[in-house]
C-alpha cells in the first residue's frame, strides 16, 4: 500500500509538471510491488542543467528518499508487532502456570522471549521510544520537503495517509500496551490469592497435625497412665518434662503401688544446680518415708534426731519422717504440703492427715529450673541414681500445685470426686517421658483404685 501511495505522489507531480516550462518532458508511473520497494528500484540518472538538479528531480528524490524511510519505518513496526505477540504469548504461559495446567517448565530462570525484556513495563517503554523516534523523523522529511520543494506541494491524501496510520498504531499500541497492564494486574492478583489460599490450607494442616500430636495417647484420656517401674536398677525411671519455678509453699499428690522390700524406694525427687536433694520422698531400708527438702547434707544420716510420728525434735532440721504405709501391694493416696513459714508441713494417706509438722526448712524458698525425677533418688542433677534407692511399683496422678491445698480439697481428690489437676504440673501423658525399660499403661479408674485400697 506504500509503494501505491508513493506512486500516486510520482503522478501528482509529472501532471503539474505538464504545465511548466519543459512540455517535451514526459513520466510513465508504474505502481511497484512491496518487494521491489523493499530492495529498491534504480532510476535512470537524469542529465543535469547547469549542475543543478530541477524542482522536478528534487522532488523525486524526497519521495524516494521518503519511501525508503516508509519500508524502514514499516520493518521496525513488524518486528515490534512480533514482539507484542511473544510477549502475549509469554503472558498466556504465565497464565497456564498460575491455572496448574501448562506442563512442567524447568526452573531455570531463561528468558525464552530472546532480548525481549520480561517485564512488560519495559516493553512498553521500549515502544513508545520507537513511536516518538517515527513521529520524530516523519516530521524532519516534511520540513526537508518544504525546504526543498518550495514550489512543489505534497499532496495531503498522502500526509493524512501517513498521520492517519500512525495514528491507528498509535492507538493500537496503547490499547496492547493497557490489555498487558490488565493482564499483568490480573495475573498478580490471582497469583497472591492462590499463595493466600495454599498459605491458610497448609496453616489449617499444620495445626490439625499439632492437635493430632497432642491427643496422640494410647489412653481414654490424657490422664489416664500410669508408670510402671517392676525392677529395682538405677536405670528405670520417668522425668517430667515441666520443671518448676520458685516456690514458698506447694503441695504434692500421687496414686502409687509397691510392695517391694524393704523400703518401697524413692517415689519422686527434685534436683537443682548446687542442690541434688531439693525435694525429695524416700522410703529407704527398713526406715520410715521421709520428705527431704534443701538436704545438703542427705537426710538419711539424720534419723536419729528425729522423733515419732514426724515431730521434729531439733529446729531447722531438712528431713521429716512421715506416718506413712503403703508397701503392702496396693493402691493407695498420698499428699504432702509444705510451706517456708516455719517450715509447717502435713502428711496425708488415703484423704487422712496422719501427721503434722514444723521447721522443715524453713524460710527457704524452693529453687526454681531443676530436674523431676519419677522412682529414682539423684545425686546430681538429673543423674548418679543408686540402686538401692529406686522405686519398685507403679506411679500415676503425680500433681504439684504452688499452695498448700485445705484439707476438703485432699479429701474429695483421694475419694474421687473432684479432679483437680496440678497448676504447676499436671499429670498429663505428653509431659512424662519414661527411660531404661519403664513403661506407660492405662490406669485403674479413681474408683477401682478406691475399691483396692
Known amino acids: 500500500m506504500l509503494a501505491l501511495l508513493a506512486a500516486g505522489v510520482v503522478l501528482a507531480v509529472a501532471a503539474g509538471a505538464q504545465d511548466g516550462p519543459a512540455p517535451s518532458n514526459r513520466f510513465v508511473c508504474t505502481a511497484l510491488p512491496p518487494e521491489a520497494a523493499r530492495a529498491g528500484c534504480p532510476l535512470p540518472a537524469m542529465p543535469m542543467q547547469g549542475g543543478a538538479l530541477s524542482p522536478e528531480e528534487e522532488l523525486r528524490a524526497a519521495v524516494l528518499q521518503l519511501r525508503e524511510t516508509v519500508v524502514q519505518q514499516k520493518e521496525t513496526l513488524g518486528s515490534q508487532r512480533e514482539a507484542i505477540r511473544e510477549l502475549t504469548a509469554k503472558l498466556a504461559r504465565c497464565e497456564g502456570l498460575a491455572g496448574g495446567k501448562a506442563p512442567g517448565r524447568a526452573a531455570s530462570g531463561k528468558d525464552t522471549m530472546g532480548d525481549l525484556p520480561r517485564d512488560p513495563g519495559h516493553v512498553v517503554e521500549q515502544l513508545s521510544r520507537s513511536l516518538q523516534t517515527l513521529k520524530d523523523r516523519l516530521e524532519s522529511l516534511e520540513h526537508q520537503l518544504r525546504a526543498n520543494v518550495s514550489n512543489a ?21 496503547l490499547r496492547k500496551v493497557a490489555e498487558l497492564e490488565d493482564e499483568k494486574s490480573l495475573l498478580h492478583n490471582e497469583t497472591s490469592a492462590h499463595r493466600q489460599k495454599t498459605e491458610s490450607a497448609l496453616n489449617a494442616l499444620l495445626q490439625r497435625v499439632t492437635e493430632l500430636e497432642r491427643g496422640n495417647s494410647a489412653f481414654k484420656s490424657p490422664d489416664a497412665f500410669k508408670v510402671s517401674l517392676p525392677l529395682r536398677t538405677n536405670y528405670l525411671y520417668g522425668k517430667i518434662k515441666k520443671t518448676l519455678p520458685e516456690l514458698y509453699a506447694f503441695t504434692i499428690c500421687l496414686w502409687l503401688r509397691s510392695s517391694a522390700s524393704p523400703g518401697i524406694g524413692t517415689p519422686f525427687s527434685y534436683a537443682v544446680p548446687g542442690q541434688a536433694n531439693e525435694i525429695v520422698l524416700i522410703e529407704w531400708g527398713n526406715n520410715p518415708i521421709e520428705l527431704l527438702i534443701n538436704d545438703k547434707e542427705h537426710g538419711l544420716l539424720k534419723r536419729s534426731a528425729l522423733g515419732v510420728c514426724g515431730t521434729l525434735l531439733q529446729p531447722h532440721l531438712n528431713v521429716a519422717q512421715l506416718p506413712l504405709f503403703v508397701s503392702d501391694g496396693k493402691w493407695h493416696h498420698i499428699c504432702v ?12 494417706q488415703d484423704g487422712e492427715k496422719l501427721g503434722t509438722g514444723e521447721n522443715l526448712a524453713p524460710w527457704h524458698p524452693i529453687k526454681p529450673g531443676g530436674v523431676l525425677i519419677l522412682g529414682q533418688e539423684q545425686d546430681t542433677v538429673g543423674g548418679r541414681f543408686d540402686a538401692t534407692q529406686a522405686f519398685v511399683g507403679e506411679l500415676s496422678q503425680f500433681n504439684i500445685w504452688d499452695r498448700v491445698l485445705r484439707a476438703q480439697e485432699i479429701i474429695n481428690i483421694a475419694n474421687c470426686s473432684t479432679n483437680m489437676p496440678g497448676n504447676i504440673i499436671p499429670w498429663v501423658d505428653n509431659n512424662v517421658d519414661v527411660f531404661g525399660g519403664a513403661s506407660k499403661w492405662p490406669v485403674e479408674t479413681c474408683e477401682e483404685r478406691l475399691l483396692d485400697l
Open 153 to 173: 506541494v505534497l499532496p495531503g491524501d498522502f500526509r493524512e495517509v501517513l498521520q492517519r496510520r500512525l495514528g491507528e498504531l498509535e492507538r493500537q499500541l
Open 337 to 348: 504440703t509444705w510451706t517456708t513459714r516455719d517450715g509447717m508441713w502435713e502428711a496425708f
